[in-house]
């Protein structure tokens, strides 16, 4: 076969294969968006609706304001279908239980990798064996202590819970960057007449910041995305996300629309903070990130 001919085969091949990719990819982030505009008479329909005929933004504000209130404004109709609660709560505690679980997963992770990292502290890498678990296998007794400690659904045991699950995860990406710096920098900085801790703060931190930035996306995204946690130790007070989706039902089903609104809303927080960082993202990435 002609090589220009064979050259032209393979390349084609590349771009259907990168197309196909890109669709199952995609489709469901734009079935979960063309879903969050529909009516309700369009989720039953037998029909499927590639997108919404009668397209409305009524999802959306039944995830910020009260039936009544929706009503009132003419957005729906009394007969139509509405949610018993808004998400607001749900937004803020994912909000606030996310980002606190992060921080502090990050900072106990970071001074635990930067022991093990020059001081060989710890031992190797066998912690990580416990997370790789399955969560539901230490949950439950976990659930029980909870429970003994008066903290069950509250923001005070999941931030707990989020804070310390994925600290292996935390001190398993730190530690490849803190193995890149070369020692000398440590030991220029205490000759320079800096404490150890100062050196740590000073002029470790600042060289990590990429990988910093990128531990702290990935845990954040672990941490938003949680459901299995969640649902077992909230039910009221401290409900996320995740689990208000759940719980949109009705004497006609699921209610996908408001579901589907949710989901997209859920997207916004992580895209925000990705771009954030996203100068530290390829350097935090490429600086021997993922290193075993």
Not at 72 to 89: D, F, I, L, Q, S
Not at 241 to 246: A, F, L, R
């Amino acid at each position: 076969m002609d090589k220009h001919i064979e050259s032209m085969i393979y390349t084609a091949v590349r771009y259907i294969f990168a197309i196909g990719v890109m669709f199952f990819s995609l489709f469901p982030l734009y079935w979960m968006f063309s879903m969050s505009l529909k009516p309700p008479i369009e989720w039953t329909s037998p029909d499927i609706h590639w997108w919404p005929w009668y397209p409305t933004v009524s999802n959306y504000l039944m995830l910020f304001f009260d039936k009544y209130t929706l009503i009132e404004w003419g957005v729906v109709k009394p007969w139509e279908v509405t949610v018993p609660e808004t998400a607001v709560k749900a937004i803020t505690n994912s909000l606030i239980l996310s980002i606190s679980g992060t921080v502090l997963s990050v900072f106990i992770g970071t001074l635990a990798a930067y022991a093990m990292s020059r001081y060989r502290a710890g031992g190797d890498y066998m912690f990580l064996t416990f997370r790789m678990l399955p969560p539901i296998a230490i949950l439950m007794p976990i659930v029980m202590w909870l429970s003994t400690l008066g903290l069950l659904d509250t923001h005070i045991g999941v931030v707990l819970l989020y804070g310390l699950f994925p600290v292996p995860f935390v001190i398993w990406l730190m530690r490849s960057f803190f193995d890149d710096l070369p020692r000398e920098i440590d030991e220029a900085a205490i000759m320079d007449g800096c404490t150890p801790a100062a050196t740590f703060v000073k002029v470790i931190l600042p060289l990590v910041r990429g990988g910093l930035a990128v531990t702290a996306l990935f845990i954040f995204i672990l941490n938003w995305s949680d459901l299995i946690v969640a649902l077992l130790v909230t039910y009221r007070r401290a409900v996320t996300i995740p689990v208000q989706i759940g719980l949109y039902y009705s004497d006609i089903g699921h209610l996908y629309g408001i579901m589907s609104a949710l989901g997209i809303f859920a997207i916004i927080p992580t895209l925000i903070f990705g771009l954030a960082i996203q100068k530290y993202l390829v350097r935090g990435l490429t600086f021997g990130a993922i290193k075993g």
